[in-house]
């Protein structure tokens, strides 16, 4: 069992930066994915940011390429969202989630497309945080 407790959240204006936080406590899986996820008013969840605390490269969605990064804290139980140049429409519902898996190949998995039913809202992930409201405005 894993529990997500995101922090960090705001409101900021449009170009601002913001960094999100997210804990994991209850630490049963030592090996697993973290990736932190919006979703926008009336629209899907997307997956922005994942990583693998057994090491790899990060993997990201190409609407946040750039902008932002995802990144560990050295004992790989918080994870953080480091956004830059903000826009407008990055206001959303921001949430982290957790997958525990035995290699790297899970950083993937929320961008495979495809999903149906609960998936729309897992995106193959299997614990979420509560998450934290981030608003840009001009």
């Known amino acids: 069992q894993v529990q997500l407790v995101e922090s960090g959240g705001g409101s900021v204006q449009t170009g601002g930066s913001l960094t999100l936080s997210c804990t994991a406590s209850?630490?049963?899986?030592?090996?697993?994915?973290l990736g932190w996820f919006r979703q926008p008013p009336g629209k899907e969840r997307e997956a922005l940011a994942t990583?693998?605390?057994?090491?790899?490269?990060?993997y990201y969605a190409d609407s946040v390429k750039g902008r932002f990064a995802i990144f560990l804290s050295d004992d790989k139980n918080t994870v953080y969202l480091q956004m830059n140049r903000l826009k407008a429409e990055d206001t959303a519902m921001y949430y982290c989630a957790a997958d525990p898996a035995p290699d790297a190949g899970c950083i993937f998995t929320p961008f495979l497309g495809g999903y149906t039913g609960a998936g729309r809202d897992n995106l193959g992930y299997d614990y979420w945080g509560q998450g934290v409201q981030v608003t840009v405005s001009s």
């Open positions: 209850e630490v049963t899986y030592s090996r697993k994915c």
């Open positions: 990583t693998y605390t057994g090491g790899s490269n990060p």
